[in-house]
């Protein structure tokens, strides 16, 4: 008996070794974890249960039947966050280049199918070389089966994935399915085609960090969502997150223990918007000012700057926000920023996330690019998404909401359960100069008809009162009380009961 178990702590150990000292020295050496100090970092202290640490590679081809490592490259099990659970898997670049075989897939499928059963999120922590070149087709035969319980697992269990090394062609795929994305900077990238296949095919001269790195990801492609400066910050984010979100889709969003008053008045909101309405202001200070202890999360904090997407809690329950930031580009939306909102409330909406929407909006960005580029359909996304959405919905008003984007930013067309404005909102289907030009077109060479009928527009219009009136706005309230309005309208909301129409799906403008 005793050899036996002194047999099982040999192969555990032989297992922990992943490739090997030299292999684990040389990723230490690249300012990159193993696969198992990342589980560690990322799970509560002594939680991890692992499955599958003697599965092996069924491959006989060049060889590969004599290095048989145990564990086949990633290593996989659940544990908590927190104390709630979620399902891990994190590839090993110590073995094989951490590269996907048939049965490194398997183990991956295993605890995918777990996760979904059981109702709990999936962490995939990806650092791998790609399909395992020795196993051919059954390796991407394998990333398939990964894929199809991407797409399984997707609105049931909230999937986070960490990119810490290479990901590369159609290993891309499975993160890019998955709700978040967050890399480290100058160790990971992902590409569907690397550098020298690039400057074969378009003869571009372009680096991997360049093509594929967190820069350019978080900044330019929005592939991701966050970008940290080494693992263990971005492991310790990834439990920020989890704290938000639910285990699964039939539970609500988890309620911490909070320590700050629900009616806090913040007198300084009352100034936040300045007099002369051409000059901007930060949303985010209204943002932090209404969250509990002024804890913000921001998805996507480096792109599409001009609409702010992100976490926080009132009365200690998860809230998604999306906001308009008139510090960038006066915060119209555009192509970009309505892919990032759209993709923030239907995560929101899978996951009975309510959400809070705050607007300022100018309207849509003219001009050819824009439209050349598609904006229509992108910015259908945003409206179809606030639409479509049955969560709780409530929407301030601070400032601007003009034309189409006021329809679109949760308005209560879209069923908005609490919409509320600031005095200073300026709800209208454009700005005064605008307006009046069109509608006094006779008078263009009089300028102070011209002024005079801007006067009469701005007196109409620039005020929130003509909508209150139909009832398009529930309540005009003062910014200083936006805090405690807006966590009672929660409160109010939070056995909310919404319906759509039965389907198979819809078909959102893709
Ligand atoms: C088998 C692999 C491997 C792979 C790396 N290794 N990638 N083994 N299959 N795909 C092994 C190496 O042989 C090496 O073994 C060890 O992992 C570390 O690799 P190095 O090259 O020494 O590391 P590094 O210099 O850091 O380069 C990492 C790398 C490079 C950039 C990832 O290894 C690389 O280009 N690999 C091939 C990538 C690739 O073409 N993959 C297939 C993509 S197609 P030893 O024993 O020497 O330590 C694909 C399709 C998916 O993935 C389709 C899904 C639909």
């Known amino acids: 008996m005793k050899d036996i178990l002194s047999e099982l702590e040999d192969r555990r150990e032989a297992a922990r070794l992943g490739g090997g000292q030299k292999r684990i020295d040389a990723q230490h050496g690249r300012g990159k974890l193993t696969a198992r100090e990342r589980i560690e970092l990322l799970l509560d202290e002594d939680s991890f249960e692992e499955f599958d640490m003697f599965v092996a590679h069924r491959c ?50 295993k605890i995918m199918d777990m996760a979904i059963q059981n109702g709990a999120p999936v962490i995939g922590i990806n650092d791998s070389g790609g399909a395992r070149i020795q196993e051919g087709v059954a390796s991407l035969a394998g990333y398939a089966e990964v894929f199809q319980r991407n797409i399984m697992a997707s609105g049931v269990v909230p999937q986070i994935s960490v990119i810490m090394g290479p990901c590369a062609g159609g290993a891309v795929y499975s993160p890019a399915m998955t709700d978040f994305i967050f890399m480290v900077k100058d160790t990971s990238y992902m590409f569907v085609t690397g550098p020298d296949v690039v400057k074969t095919v378009t003869n571009e001269v372009v680096t991997a960090e360049e093509l594929g790195g967190a820069s350019t990801h978080t900044k330019k492609s929005s592939v991701a969502d966050g970008a940290f400066e080494n693992d263990v910050e971005a492991l310790a984010e990834v439990r920020r997150l989890v704290d938000f979100l639910p285990l699964n889709n039939r539970e609500k969003p988890p309620v911490r223990p909070f320590f700050d008053e629900t009616s806090r008045i913040e007198a300084s909101l009352d100034t936040l918007v300045p007099e002369n309405p051409n000059t901007p202001y930060d949303m985010k200070e209204l943002i932090t000012k209404l969250a509990d ?218």
């Not at 329950?317 to 510090?327: D, E, L, R």
Request: glycine share 10%.
């Open 60 to 109: 006989t081809d060049f060889g590969m039947e004599k290095q048989r490592p145990a564990g086949d490259g990633v290593v996989t099990g659940w544990g908590t966050i927190n104390g709630r659970m979620v399902y891990v898997f994190s590839q090993d670049f110590t073995v094989f280049g951490g590269s996907l075989s048939e049965t490194h897939a398997q183990k991956i499928c």
């Open 293 to 510: 202890e002024g804890d913000f999360y921001e998805i996507q904090e480096d792109f599409a700057k001009n609409i702010i997407t992100g976490f926080v809690r009132l009365e200690g329950q998860t809230v998604g926000i999306v906001a308009n930031q008139p510090m960038v580009l006066a915060g119209c939306l555009d192509i970009d920023s309505s892919r990032k909102a759209a993709r923030f409330v239907r995560f929101c909406d899978c996951f009975e996330i309510p959400i809070l929407t705050l607007v300022d909006v100018p309207g849509f960005l003219p001009g050819t690019s824009q439209e050349y580029g598609g904006v229509i359909k992108h910015g259908a996304k945003l409206l179809f998404a606030y639409g479509e959405a049955t969560v709780p919905k409530v929407t301030v008003i601070t400032r601007k909401a003009y034309g189409g984007a006021y329809d679109v930013m949760a308005s209560k067309h879209l069923r908005g359960d609490f919409n509320y404005a600031w005095p200073t909102a300026e709800i209208a289907v454009m700005g005064a100069k605008g307006a009046t030009e069109i509608i006094h077109r006779a008078d263009l060479a009089d300028a102070e008809k011209i002024a005079q009928h801007t006067q009469d527009y701005e007196d109409r219009f620039a005020n929130p009162f003509v909508a209150a009136e139909k009832g398009f706005i529930d309540e005009v309230i003062q910014p200083k009380s936006t805090r405690k309005r807006v966590a009672r309208a929660f409160a109010s909301l939070r056995n909310k009961s919404l319906k759509n129409p039965w389907k198979k799906h819809d078909n959102i403008p893709l």
